[in-house]
């Protein structure tokens, strides 16, 4: 599921509606660890997410809009906030696991006499 751009740049893209579909299946699967997947597919979502509240953005600019759709553009654009922050969040998390791990391994060895 994860993005189209090379993934050893560090760089993902946004995500196709067929694969928010297949990721959505697979989170449902019984068999997947979840840490895994997130790890291979979040910096993708996020990016999809990024595009969403871009174009919830973009749409709410339009002076022609009806107030029917402004209300649900508005909603969308709070749900995409907290998917955004829940996004970073969990990067964040594992970024702090990982720093975790690599100053566990550099910590002095301590001798006991």
Wanted: hydrophobic share 40%; net charge neutral; aromatic share 6%.
């Amino acid at each position: 599921m994860a993005g189209t751009d090379n993934p050893a740049s560090g760089r993902a893209g946004p995500l196709s509606i067929e694969q928010l579909e297949d990721g959505l299946r697979t989170l449902n699967s019984l068999d997947r660890n979840l840490d895994a997947f997130w790890d291979e597919n979040v910096a993708s979502f996020r990016q999809t997410v990024l595009l969403a509240i871009r174009e919830t953005s973009d749409a709410l600019l339009s002076p022609a809009i009806a107030l029917h759709w402004r209300i649900q553009f508005e909603n969308q654009l709070e749900a995409l906030v907290k998917c955004l922050k829940l996004a970073d969040r969990y990067i964040e998390r594992r970024r702090l696991i990982s720093g975790s791990r690599v100053v566990e391994l550099r910590l002095p060895q301590r001798r006991f006499h």
